[in-house]
Every structure is written in structure tokens, then in C-alpha cells.
């Protein structure tokens, strides 16, 4: 009998040659263990800053099978941080985590096919990935879901199903959802016109730090639309928007002095806002202040 013959026939014997061994489950456990070790350790190094370590560690997790690697390895790759920028390595590793269900992953897709990073620019498909990841409560995919719905990009538009989303969005921390929702119960499309309900939206976007919220609660404010008329609290409104960086409420907040609505009458604060819209390249407020500036020569 020859050698290769014992060797077979031990083999079948015995089922111990190793190239021939299935993992057990220990080892797929011994396996997901270091490579969840690898990515924690990933984790401290790009947060301190060290992305070409952190590259290396999460490269080798990715390897093992971690979908939260992947996923990291991924991302550091289309934005070329640690690694040479590669958005088709980028997609491969993105797409592999995805099929394990990651849906940080889905989003991270979602964005690609919508802009075409590395891959032929798809609404559709852009959708579609959103969508995996909005199912699962992904909160920024529902985000974009609604404005897909609502303007009509890669699907359909829906009014119903856009207020449905920005609704989801917004329960889910999307503070833009709810400035959305606000300007769809304005118009009414999609829900019934309902100032009241737009004030409320519009609150809860404010409170996350939307200065167009705060802008348009302070015109609400100074009509009394859906609210009671109130300058001061309008005026308020406006300089928070302002404050907030927000070139319009910049020019408003001019106005409101100039006029003394909701404030006292200041043509130099009215002027000091006018200057910090006009270097932001607002025309308006850039047009007003020559005309004050050459009235006062």
C-alpha cells in the first residue's frame, strides 16, 4: 500500500487531517473574540488620532469576519484616513458588512449610490439601501427616506409617506425632520394645514439647534400664525437664529431695530447686524446698509 493510500485511509479512519477539519464552534467563538479584541483596540487608536494603526487592527479584524470592521475599514477607506483613498475598496468591504446585517453599513451604501462615490450614481439604489437601514430604526436613513419621498428622488413621491418618516425621523432625534414636518403642515401637503401643529415641529427642531426652525418660529411669532402675536418673544426668536449663525435672522434682527419691533429703536445695532449678514454675502441686508450707510454721510 502506498504512502498516499495510508494517509487516505487514515484520514477516513480518523478524520484528523487538519486541512480537511470543519471549525467547531469554539473555534468561530476564539475567532469573533479577537477580532472583537482587534476592533475595541481599532477603536482607541483612531479616536486618538493614529488612523494608520488603527487601519492595520481593524484590517485584520475585518478579516476574521467582524461586520463592525468591515464596516470602519470601510468608511476610513473612502475617506482615505489611515489607508490610500479607495472608494471600490470602500464599497467591497461596506457590502460585505451589510450582508451581515449591519446597518450603519446600509446608510454608509445609501450615501455612495446617492452621490456616486465610487460607484454609478443611483437614486434608486440609494434608496434601496436607505430603506434596509430605515427599517431598522436608523435614524438618518429616515431622514432621507422622507426627502426622497417628499421630492420625489429615486422613488415616487408620497406626501403621506414622507410625513410618515419625518415623523419617524424626528421620534428617532432628527432634529431636521421636524423642521421639514413644520413646513409640510404650513402648506398643508401630505397632512392637513395646520399652524398649531407647524409651531410644535418647529419647537422641537429649534430645541436641536436648527436656526431655521428659530427663524421661522420668530416670523409665526410676529404675525400670530398658529400662535399668539407676540414681538418680543418673535424678536427672540430671531436673534437666536442669528446668533446661531444664520445670515436671514441677521438681517431680520436689523429690521426689528430699525423699526423697534419687539425691541427698542437702534439704528447702531441695526447697523452691526447688517454688517455681520453683509459679510456672509446676504444681499438684502448688504442693499440696507448702503442705503443707511449713505443717508448718514
Known amino acids: 500500500m502506498s504512502f498516499l493510500t495510508k494517509l487516505f485511509k487514515k484520514s477516513n479512519e480518523n478524520d484528523s487531517i487538519a486541512e480537511y477539519r470543519k471549525p467547531s464552534v469554539d473555534d468561530v467563538s476564539q475567532d469573533m ?4 479584541a482587534l476592533y475595541d483596540e481599532a477603536t482607541e487608536h483612531y479616536q486618538a488620532g493614529d488612523y494608520e494603526e488603527a487601519a492595520t487592527l481593524l484590517l485584520e479584524s475585518a478579516s476574521l469576519g467582524l461586520a463592525d470592521a468591515q464596516r470602519s475599514l470601510g468608511v476610513m477607506h473612502c475617506q482615505g484616513l489611515g489607508v490610500r483613498q479607495d472608494y ?28 456616486g462615490f465610487g ?11 436607505y430603506k434596509q437601514a430605515a427599517d431598522h430604526d436608523y435614524a438618518e436613513s429616515c431622514h432621507n427616506i422622507a426627502l426622497m419621498y417628499e421630492y420625489g428622488v429615486g422613488v415616487a413621491a408620497d406626501e ?13 432625534g432628527v432634529s431636521l425632520s421636524y423642521l421639514n414636518l413644520g413646513n409640510l403642515y404650513c402648506v398643508g401637503r401630505g397632512v392637513p394645514q395646520d399652524y398649531t401643529e407647524a409651531i410644535e415641529c418647529f419647537k422641537k ?9 428659530m427663524y421661522n418660529l420668530a416670523v409665526h411669532y410676529q404675525r400670530g400664525e398658529g400662535v399668539a402675536q407676540d414681538l418680543t418673544v418673535g424678536f ?3 436673534l437666536q437664529a442669528a446668533n446661531a449663525d444664520f445670515a436671514p435672522a441677521m438681517h431680520q434682527v436689523a429690521l426689528c431695530y ?11 445695532e441695526a447697523k452691526l447686524w447688517l454688517q455681520k449678514a453683509a459679510q456672509k454675502d446676504h444681499e438684502p441686508a448688504t442693499e440696507l446698509l448702503n442705503k443707511l450707510t449713505a443717508s448718514q454721510e
Not at 468591504?93 to 450582508?99: G, M, P, V
Not at 460607484?119 to 439601501?129: D, I, L, N
Open 160 to 172: 403621506d409617506e414622507a410625513v410618515k418618516w419625518h415623523k419617524k425621523a424626528g421620534d428617532l
Open 258 to 268: 430699525l423699526d423697534g419691533k419687539g425691541v427698542s429703536k437702534s439704528t447702531d
Open 33 to 36: 473574540a479577537r477580532a472583537q
Open 88 to 115: 471600490e475598496k470602500g464599497h467591497e468591504l461596506l457590502k460585505k458588512s451589510a450582508e451581515q446585517g449591519n446597518i450603519k453599513a446600509c446608510h454608509n451604501l445609501g450615501v455612495m449610490y446617492y452621490h
Open 205 to 213: 427642531a429649534a430645541a436641536g439647534d436648527i436656526p431655521e426652525a
Open 119 to 129: 460607484v454609478k450614481q443611483s437614486h434608486e439604489g440609494a434608496f434601496a439601501w
Open 236 to 238: 427672540d426668536y430671531f
